[in-house]
């Protein structure tokens, strides 16, 4: 599986773009990048995943460059309801098995 | 219905006590999950149960044990906890365990567990 590395912590204002970019560089060829949001005393919830160049959904984007070395989480316009920690993971294909990583506690202030 | 539930939320227990937790989906999912989770750390995964049978065990103590009755649910019996087992224990599915890396899983809210 591979290691993924993400900023410990980011700060951000209502209404900005976020973006956290998680380095992955000894990624699988079939490795999926897949993103969980958790709020405090939840459960993680998934976000978005992607395998190569772009996909956005209503709640994110994900970009990931042609090496798939690294790829990132695009929030736009966040609220105070984004104040969260955002983990990145590798998925390989085959292997369903979520190892989390420290993941990335992003605090939106008004 | 994309939910999983979790029963209780919140459970306080002392160390020489037997307790259960439970978990149920019903999106027709055949694998689930027990993680732990302590305060300000990422989930860990315990078990893995793939068609109702134990796939993982992420050599978990035996005091933690772990039940699928069915396709449904899943339980994770206590006994003889120690303090350090505090910690929120969060159950989750996905449509399967083997397959491509694409593969969402569902999380509950958890279980709060104090072990005093």
């Known amino acids: 599986l591979a290691k993924t590395t993400q900023p410990i912590s980011m700060d951000s204002y209502e209404g900005q773009e976020v973006n956290i970019t998680c380095s992955h560089n000894?990624?699988?060829?079939?490795?999926?990048i897949t993103w969980y949001q958790q709020f405090p005393s939840q459960g993680p919830r998934f976000i978005i995943q992607?395998?190569?160049t772009k996909v956005t959904n209503e709640v994110a984007s994900l970009f990931i460059p042609a090496d798939r070395k690294s790829s990132t989480l695009s929030l736009p316009r966040v609220s105070l309801s984004d104040t969260a920690v955002y983990y990145c993971?590798?998925?390989?294909?085959?292997?369903?098995?979520?190892?989390f990583g420290a993941g990335t506690r992003l605090a939106v202030h008004p | 219905d994309t939910e999983v539930t979790q029963t209780p939320k919140h459970l306080v227990m002392g160390m020489t006590n037997k307790k259960s937790l439970k978990c149920e989906q019903h999106?027709?999912?055949?694998?689930m999950y027990w993680y732990k989770q302590k305060a300000k750390k990422p989930p860990e995964l315990m078990f893995v149960?793939?068609?109702?049978?134990?796939?993982i065990n992420e050599s978990v103590p035996s005091r933690f044990s772990p039940e699928c009755p069915n396709s449904s649910l899943l339980n994770l019996h206590l006994h003889a906890l120690q303090p350090e087992d505090s910690a929120l224990y969060l159950c989750?599915?996905?449509?399967?365990?083997?397959?491509?890396?694409?593969?969402?899983?569902?999380f509950g809210p958890g279980t709060r567990l104090l072990v005093l």
């Open positions: 989750a599915s996905s449509q399967r365990e083997q397959g491509a890396g694409q593969e969402t899983q569902y």
């Open positions: 000894n990624i699988a060829t079939n490795d999926y």
């Open positions: 992607g395998y190569k």
């Open positions: 993971l590798a998925l390989s294909g085959g292997y369903n098995k979520l190892i």
């Open positions: 999106m027709g999912h055949r694998a």
């Open positions: 149960y793939s068609y109702e049978k134990l796939s």
